[in-house]
């Protein structure tokens, strides 16, 4: 019988399977459109909030995969770095589903001129958020609510132990609080059934991490960031 592979090695493998996922899904999706077939009469537009909600929550996502992958580097805690494998795991097959999406629909993977960030939901994406939600949106690479800033990724990386720990577990508490809306918005708005679907599936996912979250910046002596 074969030696238990490394905990690192482990990881690694782990995350080469969810980079698969990622390209998997956006190839699969894009295959299925076959090259030169006209888009189907229910294409959503680049204004709609299908499409709006495909780029900016593949944007959001990125930077959740990206948080994840800093904390599994600079903390030994098997709770944290597991949670940290589910979100990374999980988003980065959920960012290629949007991503293969917009192949679909043979839309870009960026705003029409004009459109910015959160433009597509009704309220431009303030329903909900706080004062701390809403600081540093578009400044300091912070696009959209919850999204870290450049200064704050930074924090995370230079971060070890359980100062790391309390740090990422505040700032993805704010990525999942500004996700849960976005996701909330679509499954309102959105009109494409399987995207509404994913957006409400987010919604109950990212709510329960939110309550884990929670509980573990508490044994940590810890709270959300006011």
Not at 105 to 133: F, I, V
Not at 142 to 164: C, F, I, N, V, Y
Not at 171 to 189: K, N, P, S, Y
């Amino acid at each position: 019988m074969s030696a238990p592979l490394p905990r690192r090695t482990r990881w690694v493998a782990g995350s080469a399977v969810a980079l698969a996922l990622l390209f998997a899904g956006a190839a699969t999706v894009a295959s299925a459109r076959g090259d030169g077939a006209p888009p189907a009469p229910d294409t959503p537009s680049a204004e709609s909030a299908d499409a709006g909600f495909a780029r900016d929550m593949a944007v959001h996502h990125q930077q959740a995969v990206e948080m994840s992958f800093i904390v599994r580097d600079v903390t030994r805690d098997e709770d944290v770095r597991r949670l940290a494998y589910d979100i990374a795991n999980t988003q980065a097959n959920q960012r290629g589903m949007l991503l293969g999406w917009l192949d679909l629909w043979e839309l870009p993977k960026t705003a029409p001129e004009g459109q910015g960030p959160m433009a597509w939901m009704a309220d431009g994406g303030h329903s909900g958020h706080s004062g701390h939600d809403m600081k540093g949106m578009d400044q300091d690479g912070a696009l959209m609510p919850g999204m870290a800033t450049r200064t704050e990724l930074k924090q995370l990386g230079a971060a070890d132990g359980e100062q790391a720990e309390v740090l990422f577990l505040q700032l993805m508490t704010d990525h999942h609080e500004g996700g849960v809306a976005m996701a909330r918005g679509c499954a309102e708005q959105c009109t494409v059934p399987v995207e509404k679907r994913l957006a409400q599936g987010m919604v109950e996912a990212q709510q329960s991490e939110l309550d884990l979250m929670a509980d573990m910046l508490a044994a940590r002596g810890a709270a959300q960031r006011p």
